[in-house]
């Protein structure tokens, strides 16, 4: 469960990116975040996983206000949120299983947990043959891939995408958000920050729509909305 609680982020320009904001994600839902550049998307993103604090307001990951969680628990804050990235953030000189047990290794899994849980995630991804292989010698499709296995590789209840289509052609964008759909079927609350007015129009999911830092539509099946 995602909730926002009036929450308002000015930062110390004077720029004001969040107004009242107030939301909820229940549990299981899949909810596409759209908008303009500039709406806000990114600094909703950044709230929750703390790498900003809103200037009011209260934000609960799983009933656990988080604006409350110390910088120094902020790992295991992680431990039930699972994040994508539209660059992938891999680690270069480590493989693809190396990189997708460094999450585990993060929240101090035993290398019994590392050795189980990692090639399962690996074959729910479609990547059990390139587990020795490095970043450098993948697609995009193919790392987007990795950055999954690695987000989901906790178990998180909540999974949040950032753009992770972005980068990718077509073809493989949609193999991208069968996996998510995957993901979510096995009970994990995704939402999906995007521009890929394509995906949002076929797949019909919650869309949340911001404006200039406020929440101007919230539909049930919805669609893009803008033409960007």
Known sequence: MIEMSNVTKKYVNGVQALTNVNLKIEKGEFAFL???SGAGKSTFF?????EEEPTSGKIYLDNQDITKV???KVPYLRR???VIFQDFRL???KTVFENVAFAMEIVEASSK?????VPMM???VGLSERANQYPHQLSGGEKQRVSIARAIVNNPSILIADEPTGNLDPETAWEIMKVLRQINRRGTT???VTHAKDIVDVMQQRVIALEKGRIIRDEAKGAYGYED
């Open 34 to 36: 759209v908008g303009p």
């Open 46 to 50: 950044k709230l929750l996983l703390k």
């Open 70 to 72: 110390s910088r120094r």
């Open 80 to 82: 039930n949120l699972g």
């Open 91 to 93: 680690l270069p000189n």
């Open 113 to 117: 947990e590392i050795r189980r849980q």
């Open 122 to 124: 690996l074959g729910m």
């Open 190 to 192: 995704i939402l999906m």
